[in-house]
């Protein structure tokens, strides 16, 4: 406790940096979160157009695996914003 109540004042400036760049931190992930969501459903649409072109075992196990992705991207960019 003791050290904490003295290093008070030097941690504040380096707190108070971190919060400035959060708004931009939450923006720049958001961005790559939803870059990375229209590409994952770009290639869902291309692997959906192959169907009759592939087995049909592989092919429900590559979209079952893009859903997942797709589901799991905004829930990863959502813990990103609450960090």
């Not at 760049?21 to 649409?45: P, R």
């Amino acid at each position: 406790m003791l050290i904490i109540y003295h290093t008070q004042e030097l941690a504040t400036p380096i707190f108070q940096e971190l919060l400035s760049a959060f708004i931009v931190l939450t923006m720049i992930a958001g961005t790559l979160s939803y870059a990375l969501y229209a590409y994952v459903e770009d290639v869902a649409k291309d692997v959906a157009a192959d169907e009759k072109k592939k087995s049909y075992a592989r092919y429900n196990a590559v979209i079952d695996s893009l859903s997942g992705l797709k589901k799991e991207i905004p829930v990863n960019a959502f813990v990103v914003v609450g960090l």
